[in-house]
């Protein structure tokens, strides 16, 4: 029978034909009760037959109410072999979903294996059985009644008592994590069918236990003084005129969104504008556990290359900022007495935006101390007396860690310990152009993720830093 006939066929039967095919397509969806009654039309002048005569298309679903014939395929497959494809294809992605399943199931069974590995050798190295037998000891002095006599050591001992429990905490919840995880393949292994979202959920903890036992490692490598306080981050614009002060603007946000990630808490306590761009210097107090310890390995000069976007013909342009870090002490433990004539003090207004105070009041306090040279200033405080109380209480802490440094007996004989903001003396270098690249000059590590660094990514150069710097110190004793 001929296209056109079957199309004169179909027009004059239309009713008939979008009947039967939607009959048909009941009966071959779901199976008759009764045998299906025949799909031809019964017009005496055209016995046709639905699988001779009409062609299969008609009786789709998508075609009860208009009909198209195609040139290219005059006859597409019928619901029953489209149905039949779509089995066949659902059975091919399931295996491939299957087979991926499987794969992921076993690399998650070995980084189990890793991590697990990885938490035994860390209780072992942090002897459990010894901080027990310290927390025992520390709870018999808490207990004690005469405690408080001496108020300095009572902070000193509830102090180490806090931190000897969240360390056994920490250890224990490692290895809670651990055991979960661990279940997680038991269970998939005793089951039928990979549960992709058993996967998932044990993956996840593995990936935050890991993250967690690398910062565990990192709290291990500060052993210093002031390493578990907060920092103290101040920035300074070097040799580079504007762009020298865009650059440390850009390194103050750095040193933000770092604290940020950290969940630390941040706050801009000085700020002095450039000219036309950036900052000339800033202060941030950055409030949080071992924050010191962490951010301490910044102190340095910090050069970029780039293309200058204050220069009209965008060429290439170097420049340097300093940074310099501080321990942010508490007021008590400052046991620095200063002589007053070692102290030259002088006020100024304070710079900013609104305020009853501000550049109407000399509110802002500097400090220089005479014999070393290190000046501090403070200007977040509405009053001059508080400024000056926030700005000494610096200043003892930068006496503190130069002090430290230089190993000196006397603050006398310090000669200060200021960073040189100039070519020669960086720490780490920046690339921004011809090529982008991070590299920390003192342990050889690199990155050409610049965009993560300045968004405040620093976790793999400090880990690095702290590295480079327990090495050094085993050496040299």
């Known amino acids: 029978m001929t296209v056109s006939y079957c199309m004169k066929f179909a027009q ?55 009909v198209t014939l195609s040139t290219s395929s005059r006859f597409p497959s019928s ?19 299957s087979e991926w399943a499987i794969t992921d199931f076993y690399a998650l069974r070995k980084d189990v294996e890793g991590t697990m590995k990885r938490i035994v050798e860390i209780r072992l190295s942090s002897g459990m059985q010894q901080l027990e037998d310290e927390l ?15 108020r300095a050591k009572a902070q000193e001992t509830l102090q180490a008592l806090t931190d000897i429990k969240d360390k056994i905490k920490t250890l224990e919840e490692f290895q809670a994590q651990i055991d979960e995880a661990e279940t997680i393949v038991k269970i998939t292994e005793e089951m039928d069918s990979i549960d992709t979202g058993l996967l998932k959920e044990a993956s996840g903890i593995i990936k935050e236990l890991n993250k967690a036992l690398d ?62 761009a950036g900052i000339k210097s800033a202060t941030v107090e950055v409030e949080g556990r071992y924050a010191y310890g962490y951010i301490s390995g910044e102190k340095g000069t910090h050069r970029v290359v780039r293309q200058s976007p204050f220069n009209s013909k965008g060429l290439r342009q170097t420049s340097f900022a300093g940074v310099e870090i501080m321990p942010l002490l508490p007021e008590e433990s400052l046991n620095v007495e200063i002589p007053d004539e070692d102290l030259e003090i002088t006020f100024t207004r304070a710079g ?14 500097r400090i220089t101390h005479i014999p070393t040279g290190i000046a501090v200033r403070c200007s977040e405080e509405r009053s001059q007396a508080a400024n000056k ?16 440094e230089q190993r000196a007996s006397e603050i006398k004989q310090i000669r200060g310990d200021a960073v040189k903001a100039e070519w020669g003396q960086q720490i780490r270098n920046y690339v921004f152009h011809p090529y982008k690249l991070v590299k920390d000059l003192r342990t050889g590590h ?3 993720d610049i965009t993560a660094v300045m968004d405040g990514d620093l976790d793999p150069f400090i880990r690095s830093y702290l590295r480079y710097k327990f090495t050094r110190m085993a050496s040299h004793n």
């Open 215 to 276: 910062c565990f490692e990192l709290t291990q490598l500060l052993s210093g003084q002031y390493d578990k306080e907060g920092a103290i981050i101040s920035i300074t614009a070097g040799a580079g005129g504007t762009d020298a002060q865009d650059w440390a603007d850009m390194l103050l946000r750095m040193y933000i969104r770092w604290g940020e990630k950290q969940k630390y808490k941040t706050r801009v306590v000085d700020r002095s504008p450039g000219e036309e």
């Open 79 to 97: 619901p029953v072999q489209s149905a039949s494809s779509e089995n066949q294809l659902s059975v091919e992605v399931s295996t491939e979903t």
């Open 12 to 66: 004059s039967h239309l009713i008939l034909l979008s009947v039967s095919a939607m009959d048909a397509t009941l009966q071959l969806r779901s199976p008759a009760p009764f045998p299906a009654r025949s799909l031809a039309p019964t017009h005496p002048q055209y016995p046709c037959h639905p699988s001779s005569h009409i062609p299969s298309f008609l009786f789709h679903r998508s075609h009860f109410h208009s």
């Open 446 to 448: 690199e990155t050409s």
């Open 352 to 365: 900013g935006k609104g305020g009853q105070n501000v550049n109407k009041v000399e509110t802002a306090v």
């Open 136 to 150: 025992a000891a520390l709870e018999s002095k808490a207990a004690d009644t005469a405690l408080w006599d001496d």
């Open 389 to 404: 109380v926030r700005a000494m209480i610096r200043l003892k802490a930068k006496l503190l860690i130069v002090a430290e």
